[in-house]
């Protein structure tokens, strides 16, 4: 009996893992795009001032 419980214990975790990359995933990807779309906003003079040019953006965006 406690190998049953202890094998559905592991696949109800394996799923939870699995959805649980799959957010995190999502999340990063949102992130990603929305410090791209900000950053693209900027003129070429607000990315000078901090440091960056046009090239850097997706550099940044990624966390490179």
């Given at each position: 009996?406690?190998?049953?419980?202890?094998?559905?214990?592991?696949?109800?975790?394996g799923?939870?893992?699995?959805?649980?990359?799959?957010?995190?995933?999502f999340?990063?990807w949102?992130?990603?795009?929305?410090?791209?779309?900000?950053?693209?906003?900027?003129s070429?003079?607000?990315?000078?001032?901090?440091?960056?040019?046009?090239?850097?953006?997706?550099?940044?965006?990624?966390?490179?």
């Amino acid at each position: 009996m406690s190998t049953i419980e202890t094998n559905r214990s592991v696949a109800v975790g394996g799923v939870g893992n699995v959805v649980a990359q799959i957010v995190s995933l999502f999340a990063s990807w949102r992130e990603t795009r929305m410090t791209r779309r900000e950053l693209g906003r900027l003129s070429d003079r607000e990315l000078d001032d901090i440091g960056l040019c046009r090239g850097d953006i997706e550099r940044v965006a990624r966390g490179f």
